[in-house]
């Protein structure tokens, strides 16, 4: 049959995630299409078609008044990327379509029959973080688009959301949370400089999109707590913080010399996974995160503890799986007594089972999860 995957954004990890599925459904055997920001390195049988959506804002920090006015504003804007998602789909006439991310596609003021209307096609897709906007200020539940005469499943990351989706959708499929397996890119400057610097210390790493929710302010209480001789602190990635907040990093790296914060994108997937191999240790305490995460995935493959935030998704496969410690994540005593741990005591992840984690959140699940998908679309 034909599928459609779409998705509107490659922040992150965004870009591996769809276009990985339209590899397996490629392989799967089916006519398969893209309408993304970029559809570089994939099969030329795959028809690619570059979205035509408008980016959400961002909503700012502290100013209420505003944040409000951002929020009728992304609604709008979810309206009008909808509306011209349907003439680019239009043009496909796809027998099905797949959203890469859901949480960013459903619109949150208009009816549902008017939904129904713009997106005419079986359809189903990948919630990625399960908890999408609160109603509000005439902006209605999300997830009542679930329940669309033309949904026939969700997909979710995150296996502890699934109750709270249930009143919406009954067909809902665990998908593997996955990571890009590409070979570490050993040429990649950054890791050099980083080795360098370490000069042997262990290395404790906070990689990806950095904002205040990765937990940047508990990474620099703890990094002032352990002895700068032994630990070395590295922060990489896209920065999504205020110019204050960054100068305060700044401040805080030019005052100990056992930190290099790097405030740029790491340039590809094998540069991530190079500063993985890097690390001691992946920090990972994310704040108010209920979510999964594909860090665990990464950390997983190349068998690096990850200390998390306890009580969510990601603190309970820690504890389950033995590849960490899950820890407060305002609680910055106990995260320099997790470092410690263990860095220095190997009995410590005596338990853990890196290898069994990589292969549940491994790419050969999704050829089942699209498999149930479009059978039950049949």
């Known amino acids: 049959m034909?599928?459609?995957?779409?998705?509107?954004?490659v922040s992150g990890h965004r870009e591996t995630y769809y276009k990985q599925f339209c590899r397996t459904l490629l392989a799967m055997g089916h006519e398969t299409s893209l309408i993304a920001p970029?559809?570089?390195?994939?099969?030329?049988?795959?028809?690619?078609e570059p979205i035509r959506t408008r980016r959400l804002l961002a909503l700012p920090a502290g100013n209420t008044l505003k944040k409000k006015w951002i929020v009728l504003c992304n609604a709008l804007i979810l309206c009008l990327n909808l509306a011209a998602l349907h003439k680019q789909l239009r043009e496909i006439h796809p027998d099905r379509v797949f959203f890469a991310c859901l949480d960013d596609m459903l619109p949150t003021c208009i009816p549902l029959w008017l939904f129904e209307r713009l997106l005419p096609y079986r359809w189903s897709g990948l919630l990625v973080q399960a908890s999408l906007p609160k109603p509000r200020l005439g902006i209605v539940d999300a997830r009542r688009c679930l329940r669309a005469k033309y949904c026939t499943g969700v997909g979710v990351l995150n296996e502890y959301a699934v109750d709270e989706l249930k009143p919406f959708q009954s067909h809902i499929l665990l998908f593997p949370d996955f990571a890009d397996t590409s070979a570490p890119n050993t040429a990649y400057p950054l890791r050099e400089q980083i080795r360098t610097q370490a000069n042997g210390r262990n290395i404790i790493a906070l990689l990806g999109s950095v904002h205040t929710r990765k937990g940047t302010d508990l990474f620099i209480q703890t990094a002032g707590q352990l002895p700068p001789d032994a630990y070395f602190f590295v922060i990489a990635g896209k920065s999504s913080l205020d110019e204050s907040q960054e100068a305060a990093l700044q401040r805080f790296a030019q005052t100990h010399e056992n930190c290099l914060f790097s405030l740029e994108r790491i340039p590809d997937e094998s540069c991530?996974?190079?500063?993985?191999e890097e690390s001691t240790l992946l920090f990972a305490v994310y704040r108010n995160f209920k979510g999964s995460s594909n860090m665990l995935t990464k950390a997983a493959l190349f068998g690096k503890p990850i200390i998390v935030s306890q009580g969510y998704c990601m603190g309970h496969r820690v504890d389950a799986y033995h590849t960490g410690m899950a820890i407060g994540e305002t609680d910055p005593a106990?995260?320099?007594?997790?470092?410690?741990?263990?860095?220095?005591?190997?009995?410590?992840?005596?338990?853990?089972r890196f290898d069994l984690y990589a292969r549940d959140h491994s790419t050969g699940k999704l050829t089942e999860c699209f498999h149930q998908l479009l059978n039950d679309l049949s």
């Open 334 to 352: 106990a995260c320099a007594t997790a470092i410690e741990l263990l860095c220095n005591h190997p009995q410590a992840l005596s338990e853990a």
């Open 2 to 9: 034909k599928v459609t995957v779409v998705d509107c954004s």
């Open 38 to 48: 970029d559809g570089s390195g994939l099969d030329a049988s795959i028809r690619f």
């Open 272 to 276: 991530f996974n190079a500063l993985v």
